[in-house]
């Protein structure tokens, strides 16, 4: 199991923007998809968008044109740019493989208010 530790979330006003950072032990490039999710109290995790070794990406319908999601393989490091953010999006972010799940990280705290 590899260990994921989450980071760059905070407080930003609506319309803002985030940059998430997922590092992950241990080589990425072993992992063929990695992808982002999201969790709001009371709800399921959502899967908001997921990038593939081949640099193939797709988003959730709520996020596309306003999330990208990238990969540095150099860094076994999985980045979220949040741009355009809305009060919607508020929730903590984890990211994983979505077809090997791995033990959740720590997750990091998105608060989008004004």
């Known amino acids: 199991q590899a260990q994921i530790v989450e980071s760059g979330g905070g407080l930003v006003q609506p319309g803002g923007s985030l940059r998430l950072s997922c590092k992950i032990s241990g080589s990425i490039s072993s992992f063929n998809e990695l992808g982002w999710y999201r969790r709001t109290p009371g709800a399921q995790r959502e899967l908001v968008a997921t990038t593939e070794i081949s640099g193939s990406t797709q988003y959730a319908y709520f996020v596309k044109g306003r999330f990208t999601i990238s990969r540095d393989n150099a860094k076994n490091t999985v980045y979220l740019q949040m741009n355009n953010l809305e009060p919607e999006d508020t929730a903590v972010y984890y990211c994983?493989?979505?077809?090997?799940?791995?033990?959740w990280g720590q997750g990091t705290q998105v608060t989008v208010s004004s």
């Open positions: 994983n493989d979505p077809a090997r799940l791995q033990s």
